[in-house]
């Protein structure tokens, strides 16, 4: 079990990577949907005409921030997606090495990742895959520097076959509208602007400590479920 030691360990960091970069992630987003729950405890004291246009600049805000929120998420999982995939493709050419008997370890080639490999990766739709083609005799490329790229698509799409980047799109689009929508309906019905805020937010607060899985029970109905798909979107893509 020993020569397992590196590969149970390198599982684990990468676990623990998923799990530390859906947390900024999931912070980044909590923050600018808390931003839009504090600005409604207000909106009681104002009269009819002025907590509309209120109302109105607090969504309007709300759809900007989850806008900026899905354009830095989209940055932040294509640098550190291609960090990644660099130091994964080291590690695998290193473990190669290992395992081979001595003076042999010299055929194993080295891998140079593209610099366009997680762009493709997290923006570009997988319906045209351009990946390494490898040679079937392991003798005619073990010398060689091959590269890993993907320059027409790619072969990773996330479970309902969206990439990152309109994974992300949607999500900041489709909660500003339920955001909103829920707002409303519960004005409409006579609720009370703090029982709108309990749902919205439940105990979720600032700086929330915890775990993933705390943060995500925390939250209210603006928050759980897209913590949920963030969580799943980046351990789907460093999987």
Known sequence: MSKFKELYRNAIDLNRFSNGLARRLIRAYNDAVLDAVDQLRGIDELAAPGKTARLRAILAQLNDSLRTWSGDSITTMTEELQGLTVLQSEFAVEQLQKALPAGSAAVVGTVEVSSAFAQAMVTTQPTMA??????????????????????????????????????????SERQAELFSMSVRNGLLEGQSTAAIVRRLKGRLTREQRGSIDTVIAAGGQATSIPNRQIKAIVRTSIN
Do not use: C, H, W, Y
């Not at 010398?143 to 309902?160: A, C, K």
């Open 130 to 171: 351009g990946v390494v083609n490898l040679s079937d005799s392991f003798e005619r490329i073990a010398r060689n520097t091959f590269t890993f790229q993907l320059t027409l698509g790619q072969q990773i799409s996330l479970p309902n076959g969206e990439v990152i980047a309109e994974a992300f799109s949607k999500m």
